[in-house]
Nanobody
């Protein structure tokens, strides 16, 4: 059984920081690309950040470049999202997702990912 479990969400004031974690089980983690997506009420799920299976390249939405950092620790089967300088518009449920490395894909397309976590709530107050 494949499971992705997120943690680290919460309530923070604008300008503050949070670090999200996503721990995977049931997959060979080191050969899966990982991504973070978010979904706010009334909006579609949108891409936030991605990291290649090999860890040698990262991808970011324009709205978070310079503020968020994605990383992975294969020894812990965990991907992280460090979020700094948070804004109220960052408020959303954040989900992690995984995609096998075996074929090319569009990293920002949620339809490309096979496994998803349950999500963790991030709320940023003014």
């Amino acid at each position: 059984q494949v499971q992705l479990v997120e943690s680290g969400g919460g309530l923070v004031q604008a300008g503050g920081s949070l670090r999200l974690s996503c721990t995977a089980s049931g997959i060979t983690f080191r050969i899966y690309g990982m991504g973070w997506f978010r979904q706010a009420p009334g909006k579609e799920r949108e891409f936030v950040a991605g990291i290649r299976w090999s860890g040698d390249y990262t991808y970011y939405a324009d709205s978070v470049k310079g503020r968020f950092t994605i990383s992975r620790d294969n020894a812990k089967n965990t991907v992280y999202l460090q979020m700094n300088s948070l804004k109220p518009e960052d408020t959303a449920v954040y989900h992690c997702a995984s995609r096998y490395k075996g074929s090319s894909y569009h990293v920002d397309d949620p339809g490309e990912y096979t496994y998803w976590g349950q999500g963790t709530q991030v709320t940023v107050s003014s």
